[in-house]
């Protein structure tokens, strides 16, 4: 949640003002497929807070109800925004997709995202919450399956320790975002769509005086 909330829209900004473009081109960045996303943020927030009421969804499988659902959502969402979109953000969304599944993936084969209790002490989480991980989380041991897309990269500063598929997630979507964002050429008080050719006189213009040279 901490990446949604704060580093996807960081990038964005930051991306956008690297393309020589002002924080309005925010505005013209179209996102398709929100309930996807919506449904998939619920599901996330229920899986952390593991409420009482829903431990027999939550737990069913051996937690794979959870993981499957967020694929689902991550395919779907990736699936609404690739139609008709340009070669690049369809780039962005795979690699998003990939890292959702690989993500979906490790946490159902190990009834949890497992991760690595060194790259947690790196990040600076505390020692309690380590041996207390949140719900969906276990740490990894010999028996871990998939343990390079497990949760090993510790971010000092940020206090997370994220997995390749996270970097590929999130990564992909702040890209699909910023590449999305459509660049606007308009002049002020032009029409969007108009354009005359080189040369010609826009109908109802005064022709053109010629000043010639005394």
Known sequence: MLLVLLVVPVALVIGILLRGEGIAALADVRV????WAI????????RTADPTWAAG???AAGRVLPPLALAVCATGFALANARGAKRG?????AAMLTGALANALTTALNGGMPFSVSGARAAGIPAEQIAAPTPGHV???DGTALVALADVIGVPGL???LSVGDLLLWGGLAAALVIGARRSTTRPGAIVGEHHPS?????????????STP
Not at 89 to 93: H, R
Not at 199 to 211: D, F, H, I, L, Y
């Open 32 to 35: 398709r497929g929100l309930l």
């Open 199 to 211: 040369g010609t006189t826009p109908a109802g213009s005064p022709p053109a005086v010629e000043r």
């Open 89 to 93: 953000v369809q780039v962005a969304l």
């Open 39 to 46: 449904a998939g943020a619920l599901v996330q927030l229920l």
């Open 57 to 59: 969804p939550l737990h």
């Open 159 to 161: 206090g997370v320790v």
């Open 139 to 141: 740490p990894i041991d």
